[in-house]
């Protein structure tokens, strides 16, 4: 029995219903509506390095395979970042050069990242690009999964919010379900039925600024696109000696942006809208109420990235747990219940690399 029906949780189902398991999904609102489908849709394996790492490959295999059988949009895009500050590049050539990950991130001149992203060409230096990650429309793809799974035999309990959980059984709003394993993929919302859990790993709220434009690009935007900012936030690129320089300077330039702790990336929807994003506030409850500053920088940093006018079609919050120091969390608070969140914002990532850690102990 699986508790929470995003992107973690459904994993976990698809990795049961593969082990020949009879499972149960226990979702305690009638859809998808917390961060599988709040996100970028950005799969960004490459940048990620240590225990997340070794998720990464396990991760992309369950994403292409779920996308066949599912029948939900994915490309296999890569990402593309653009360097407009030579701290920028310094990082990326140290990334590219240290040859961790060879074949999976290359240099690009400004030509190249023209090419992949329509952005306006003034102050571009150059970039990279990271052939292997891929992408996803984050509100079409889980709900695709959990269609496909009810037809795999996989029982969804919507609406059914899990009240309390002991050894072999699940308490809910409509009675007591029993089941030999339980998987608890609540997310966040983890201190609600484990806070020892929670308080002892530090899992707070992080909330975010997020934004959806119509724009009149250049071109497609056939990648993810990361900015200097991102640089500042994924672990392969924080590890560079050259990072401490790019967040100098950003910090110099742009203390507002800092202070927001901006994550200014991109990706273009199917339909050809834009997904802009993000800031980064963590405290331990998620309040409503967002600062228009937020959506001011985005659209801001956004209109002089591309050149061109935008127009806001939906603007809301995210929220994702955090935790400081480590990337995800799994653990065992009773024999057969198995809690499993991912503590930063790479769920989409390295979720569907979990089960089999969570499962047999292996991440491969
Ligand atoms: C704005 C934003 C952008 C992001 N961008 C990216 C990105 O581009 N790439 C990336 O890798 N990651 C990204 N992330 C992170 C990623 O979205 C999350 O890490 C991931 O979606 C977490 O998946 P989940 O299944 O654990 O959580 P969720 O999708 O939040 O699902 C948890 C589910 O549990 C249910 N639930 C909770 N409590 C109960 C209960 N008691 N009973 C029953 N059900 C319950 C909830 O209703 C919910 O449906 C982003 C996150 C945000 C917020």
């Keep these: ?140 793809a889980g709900p695709a999964v959990s269609r496909w799974l009810a037809t795999q035999g996989v029982d969804f309990y919507w609406r059914t919010a899990a009240l309390g959980i002991e050894t072999g059984v699940v308490h809910t709003g409509r009675g007591s379900l029993r089941a030999g394993r339980i998987v608890v993929a609540t997310h966040y919302d983890i201190d609600e039925l484990f806070p020892a859990i929670a308080e002892q790993a530090g899992i707070v709220r992080c909330r975010l600024h997020m934004a959806r434009v119509a724009a009149d690009l250049r071109g497609p935007l056939a990648t993810p696109l990361f900015t200097g900012w991102s640089l500042l936030r994924y672990s392969g690129f924080t590890a560079t000696s050259a990072a401490t320089a790019l967040r100098d300077r950003l910090a110099s330039e742009r203390p507002d942006a800092l202070a927001l702790d901006l994550n200014q990336m991109y990706t273009q929807r199917p339909d050809g809208s834009l997904i802009i994003g993000d800031t980064h506030l963590r405290e331990v409850d998620a309040p409503p109420f967002q600062s228009e500053e937020g959506f001011e920088l985005l659209l801001e940093l956004t209109r002089a990235l591309f050149g061109v006018p935008l127009r806001v079609l939906e603007r809301w919050q995210g929220i994702y747990a955090s935790s400081p120091g480590q990337e995800f969390v799994v653990a065992e608070p009773m024999p057969g219940v198995q809690v499993v969140v991912v503590t930063t914002g790479i769920g989409m990532t390295i979720g569907p690399g979990l089960p089999r850690l969570v499962f047999d102990g292996s991440s491969r």
């Design 1 to 140: 029995m699986i508790i929470g029906a995003g992107i973690v949780g459904l994993s976990h189902a698809e990795e049961a219903v593969r082990a020949g398991m009879t499972v149960a999904v226990v979702e305690r609102s009638s859809r998808q509506v917390g961060a599988s489908i709040r996100n970028f849709g950005h799969i960004c394996l490459t940048p990620q390095s240590g225990p997340a790492k070794e998720l990464t490959e396990q991760s992309r295999q369950r994403w292409l395979r779920m996308s066949q059988a599912a029948g939900f949009w994915l490309r296999e895009s890569g990402t593309t970042i653009v360097a407009k500050r030579a701290e920028e590049l310094a990082v990326l050539t140290e990334y590219v050069d240290s040859g961790g990950d060879p074949g999976r991130a290359v240099l690009l001149d400004a030509d190249q990242v023209l090419q992949r992203a329509p952005v306006d060409p003034g102050g571009v230096l150059g970039g990279a690009f990271l052939p292997y990650d891929l992408q996803v429309d984050p509100r079409e």
